[in-house]
């Protein structure tokens, strides 16, 4: 795997924990969540005119386009263990940008995680 793959590997992973935090964000919006208590259209409308979320789904789109781009080129059981660089991208940022809180349940479990990426790419 070359370098280009990974810089492709690592944009793709970092988009995905960008739309992870926006779409959270948008979703949190009380006026968002206030819609669907006026019925199903109104909380759709709501969803699909909210910045973030349009936002957050443009990141997936985005990452799922460069993570093709990335299958064509490496072997998959080569790339996906760096997916699990995600899980501690969206914990930190969560964290930094949502105020959710950091526990040392979080840490550990994300450690652990890490740690089964690590040995599942040896």
Do not use: C, R
């Not at 944009?11 to 019925?39: R, T």
């Not at 936002?55 to 699990?84: E, M, R, T």
């Not at 105020?99 to 840490?107: F, S, Y």
Request: avoid cysteine.
């Amino acid at each position: 795997m070359n370098i280009v793959s990974i810089g492709l590997i690592l944009v793709s992973v970092s988009f995905s924990v960008l739309a992870q935090i926006l779409l959270k964000h948008g979703m949190s919006n009380p006026a968002v969540q206030a819609s669907f208590s006026s019925g199903i259209v109104s909380g759709v409308t709501s969803i699909l005119t909210n910045i973030f979320v349009l936002s957050g789904l443009f990141s997936y789109v985005s990452s799922a386009a460069i993570w093709l781009g990335v299958l064509a080129k490496v072997d998959v059981s080569k790339a996906y263990p760096f997916v699990g660089l995600g899980f501690i991208g969206t914990m930190l940022f969560a964290y930094w940008f949502l105020n959710e809180p950091l526990t040392i349940h979080k840490a550990t479990g994300t450690l652990l995680i890490l740690i089964g990426v690590f040995l599942i790419s040896k």
